[in-house]
């Protein structure tokens, strides 16, 4: 069974740059799974921030990136901030149609 | 503005049936994939159901396959989720969400807001 792996948690100091991977028990991921990643804070809808592997949706901050790292899709905060501690899922198309997200990681910014 | 607008949540008892309604306004709604995303209480976020544009493809996550039919009135702007035969672990906010394009490997763009279904006696 396929599984997305992502870290269950994260801690970066606020100014600092941190990157949160997302991948496949089985497999490497590639830019043919559009990986996407979305932001969610307590009590909120999900807000899309990269899509396609790594265009940020509109009026995203250019310190949010994302890329493939490795055999991993990637996301990369860059002066993180306060406002950023959040819930962060990244989101696989794993072909017919299916869809498929990681367990998720909970960024602490302290 | 794109907005989408869920309804149709409430408590339903185990084996029960209810029907989603997702709303959209601010796009030509006929032209991209919609889909349905679920998220437990305290769990993560779980993708549900797609629908193509129009209509013609619909795809389910095994979770839900056999009991849940995704379907869109193009007319109406509006993408549904019938459930069936709910279980206690279908509790869950469900969301809909707009692709950026007409089949589901587009990614996801916009979301609703939420819609809350609990199963349970």
């Known amino acids: 069974q396929t599984v997305v792996t992502q870290e269950p948690s994260f801690s970066v100091s606020p100014g600092g740059t941190v990157t949160l991977t997302c991948g496949l028990n089985s497999g490497s991921v590639s830019t043919s799974y559009y990986p996407s990643w979305y932001q969610q804070t307590p009590g909120h809808a999900p807000r899309t921030l990269i899509y396609s592997t790594n265009i940020r949706s509109s009026g995203v901050p250019d310190r949010f990136s994302g890329s493939i790292f490795g055999n991993k899709a990637a996301l990369t905060i860059t002066g993180a901030q306060a406002d950023d501690e959040s819930d962060y899922y990244c989101l696989l198309y794993m072909g017919s149609g299916i869809s498929m997200f990681g367990g998720g990681t909970k960024l602490t910014v302290l | 503005e794109v907005q989408l607008l869920e309804s149709g949540g409430g408590l339903v008892q185990p084996g029960g049936s209810l029907k989603l309604s997702c709303t959209a306004s601010g796009f030509t709604f006929s032209n991209y994939a919609m889909s349905w995303v679920r998220q437990a209480p305290g769990k993560g976020l779980e993708w549900v159901s797609s629908?193509?544009?129009?209509?013609?493809?619909?795809y389910y996550a095994d979770s839900v396959q056999g009991r849940f039919t995704v379907s869109r009135d193009n007319s109406r702007n509006t993408v549904y989720l019938q459930m069936n035969s709910l279980r206690a672990e279908d509790t869950a906010v469900y969301y809909c969400?707009?692709?950026?394009?007409?089949?589901?490997?587009?990614?996801?763009?916009?979301w609703g807001q939420g819609t809350t279904v609990t199963v349970s006696s």
């Open positions: 969400a707009v692709h950026r394009g007409n089949y589901p490997s587009e990614n996801l763009d916009v």
């Open positions: 629908i193509t544009a129009s209509g013609r493809g619909t």
